[in-house]
Protein backbone atom coordinates (compact mmCIF):
# COMPACT_ATOMS: atom_id res chain seq x y z
CA UNK A 1 0.00 0.00 0.00
CA UNK A 2 2.94 2.16 0.86
CA UNK A 3 4.75 1.83 -2.42
CA UNK A 4 1.44 2.57 -3.90
CA UNK A 5 0.68 5.35 -2.50
CA UNK A 6 4.19 7.31 -2.72
CA UNK A 7 4.59 6.15 -6.25
CA UNK A 8 1.19 7.61 -7.10
CA UNK A 9 1.81 11.11 -5.98
CA UNK A 10 5.14 13.90 -6.40
CA UNK A 11 8.03 13.34 -4.68
CA UNK A 12 6.86 16.47 -2.48
CA UNK A 13 3.88 15.92 -1.93
CA UNK A 14 4.39 14.35 1.49
CA UNK A 15 6.06 16.47 4.51
CA UNK A 16 8.13 14.66 6.47
CA UNK A 17 5.87 15.07 9.73
CA UNK A 18 3.42 13.13 7.54
CA UNK A 19 5.11 10.06 6.93
CA UNK A 20 3.47 8.59 10.54
CA UNK A 21 0.45 8.93 9.34
CA UNK A 22 0.94 7.59 6.10
CA UNK A 23 2.30 4.29 8.08
CA UNK A 24 -0.76 4.43 10.25
CA UNK A 25 -2.92 4.64 7.12
CA UNK A 26 -0.95 1.52 5.85
CA UNK A 27 -1.34 -0.43 8.95
CA UNK A 28 -5.11 0.71 9.20
CA UNK A 29 -5.49 -1.26 5.22
CA UNK A 30 -3.43 -3.88 6.89
CA UNK A 31 -5.65 -4.74 9.49
CA UNK A 32 -8.95 -3.88 7.88
CA UNK A 33 -8.21 -7.09 4.90
CA UNK A 34 -7.20 -8.78 8.15
CA UNK A 35 -10.59 -8.00 10.02
CA UNK A 36 -12.25 -9.12 6.93
CA UNK A 37 -10.89 -12.53 6.76
CA UNK A 38 -11.72 -13.12 9.98
CA UNK A 39 -15.21 -12.20 10.30
CA UNK A 40 -17.86 -14.30 10.26
CA UNK A 41 -20.33 -14.86 7.27
CA UNK A 42 -23.48 -14.12 9.24
CA UNK A 43 -21.51 -10.84 10.71
CA UNK A 44 -23.39 -11.23 13.93
CA UNK A 45 -22.55 -12.23 17.11
CA UNK A 46 -25.02 -13.35 19.75
CA UNK A 47 -23.76 -12.78 23.66
CA UNK A 48 -24.89 -15.31 26.57
CA UNK A 49 -27.79 -13.38 27.22
CA UNK A 50 -28.59 -13.24 23.79
CA UNK A 51 -28.61 -9.85 22.62
CA UNK A 52 -27.23 -9.63 18.82
CA UNK A 53 -24.07 -7.37 18.28
CA UNK A 54 -21.80 -6.71 15.40
CA UNK A 55 -19.43 -9.06 14.82
CA UNK A 56 -15.93 -8.07 16.74
CA UNK A 57 -13.97 -8.56 13.23
CA UNK A 58 -16.73 -6.41 11.57
CA UNK A 59 -16.62 -3.64 14.19
CA UNK A 60 -12.57 -3.46 14.05
CA UNK A 61 -13.19 -3.34 9.84
CA UNK A 62 -15.85 -0.69 10.35
CA UNK A 63 -12.79 1.61 12.72
CA UNK A 64 -10.07 0.76 10.25
CA UNK A 65 -12.27 2.54 7.56
CA UNK A 66 -13.11 5.34 9.67
CA UNK A 67 -9.51 5.43 10.84
CA UNK A 68 -8.47 5.53 6.77
CA UNK A 69 -10.84 8.74 6.05
CA UNK A 70 -9.43 10.73 8.68
CA UNK A 71 -6.10 10.04 7.32
CA UNK A 72 -6.59 10.16 4.05
CA UNK A 73 -8.03 13.76 4.18
CA UNK A 74 -5.06 15.27 6.31
CA UNK A 75 -2.37 13.28 3.63
CA UNK A 76 -4.22 14.82 1.34
CA UNK A 77 -4.85 11.56 -0.44
CA UNK A 78 -8.67 11.48 -0.17
CA UNK A 79 -10.67 11.96 -3.39
CA UNK A 80 -12.45 14.67 -1.67
CA UNK A 81 -8.94 16.60 -0.55
CA UNK A 82 -7.53 16.03 -4.04
CA UNK A 83 -10.64 17.24 -5.72
CA UNK A 84 -10.56 20.74 -4.03
CA UNK A 85 -6.76 21.24 -4.16
CA UNK A 86 -6.86 20.22 -8.17
CA UNK A 87 -9.48 23.41 -8.19
CA UNK A 88 -6.68 25.71 -6.73
CA UNK A 89 -5.88 28.81 -9.30
CA UNK A 90 -9.30 27.58 -11.42
CA UNK A 91 -11.75 29.48 -9.26
CA UNK A 92 -14.90 31.12 -10.95
CA UNK A 93 -14.19 34.90 -11.99
CA UNK A 94 -16.08 37.31 -10.03
CA UNK A 95 -18.58 38.96 -12.40
CA UNK A 96 -19.17 42.70 -11.11
CA UNK A 97 -22.89 43.58 -10.97
CA UNK A 98 -24.18 46.12 -13.47
CA UNK A 99 -26.64 47.42 -10.78
CA UNK A 100 -24.41 46.99 -7.75
CA UNK A 101 -22.98 50.91 -8.30
CA UNK A 102 -26.51 52.74 -9.01
CA UNK A 103 -27.66 53.30 -5.47
CA UNK A 104 -24.79 55.08 -4.83
CA UNK A 105 -24.21 56.94 -7.39
CA UNK A 106 -20.41 55.69 -7.63
CA UNK A 107 -20.75 54.32 -11.46
CA UNK A 108 -21.53 57.68 -12.94
Not at 11 to 24: G, N
Not at 72 to 88: C, D, M, P, Q
Request: charged residues 25%; glycine residues 4%.
Amino acid sequence: MWKQIVGSLPVDHFRRSELPLLEKYCMAEDLYWKAIALMDETMVITTAKGYSLPDTYLTIANKQVQLQNTLATKLRIATNARSSSSKVGHEKETVKSKRKDLMFGEGK
